[in-house]
């Protein structure tokens, strides 16, 4: 069975440019999360997608932040325009329920 | 504000000794409480969870964790560490009435010293 897949493991990129994170989740799996952690902070709820729709986006920073879940597949992070403090480790997650969370390898970010 | 907070962010033992990670939490009503772990250069994964029943439950790799509701505890617990298990810990609370959420601690990065 695939994991669940983050691409790219790795961005830099300079203040004021657009990064485009993407998460294939486990097929099957209606439940789709992102979390963000800062170095040597709590792993940061985003938001959730139970299929295509936006369950919870309370913990999305600011408007600079768009997420999509089309067809209830893969998703999309987007931030435009990047700034500084948006540095960190974008992780995903994916569950058929709330038994347990199945995480990807997680997408460094680095906004310079 | 409802949190997870875990008490130890960097743990330095040596090969045998017992360990103790501490986590509370602040949410209200029926939980979903569960350890993660991130070994170095892996993905996180699940370590052990308590939904309900007996409050000592038992995870992978001799791993055990104790719930006591009256503390809002869930600490996670072995009782001889070896140097395999340097990873770092994450303490998760699965709220019910927060909408099938997943909240995590800062994390305890555990070291052990062969």
């Not at chain 1, 203040?15 to 170095?39: A, E, F």
């Not at chain 1, 999305?60 to 932040?65: I, K, L, S």
């Not at chain 2, 602040?26 to 993905?43: A, D, E, K």
């Amino acid at each position: 069975e695939a994991g669940v897949t983050q691409f790219p493991s790795h961005s830099v990129i300079e203040k004021g440019q657009t990064v485009t994170l993407r998460c294939d989740p486990i097929s099957g799996h209606d439940n789709l999360y992102w979390y963000r952690r800062v170095m040597g902070k709590e792993i940061k709820f985003l938001l959730h997608f139970v299929k295509e729709s936006k369950q919870d986006e309370s913990g999305m920073p600011n408007n600079r932040f768009l997420a999509e879940r089309t067809g209830g597949t893969y998703s999309t992070l987007k931030v435009q325009p990047a700034e500084l403090e948006d540095s960190g480790v974008y992780f995903c997650a994916s569950s058929p329920g709330n038994e347990k969370l199945f995480f990807g390898s997680g997408t460094q970010l680095s906004v310079l | 504000a409802q949190s997870v907070s875990q008490h130890n962010h960097h743990v330095i033992l040596s090969e045998a000794a017992s360990l103790e990670l501490g986590c509370n939490y602040s949410y209200g009503g029926t939980v979903n409480l569960f350890w993660y772990v991130q070994y170095p250069g892996q993905h996180l994964q699940l370590l052990l969870k308590y939904f309900s029943g007996d409050p000592l439950v038992k995870g992978i790799k001799g791993f055990e964790a104790e719930f006591i509701k009256s503390k809002f505890s869930f600490n996670l617990r072995k009782p001889s560490v070896q140097w395999s298990d340097t990873a770092e810990y994450f303490c998760a609370v699965n709220a019910w009435n927060t909408g099938n959420q997943f909240y995590f601690g800062t994390g305890t990065s555990l070291t052990v010293i062969p």
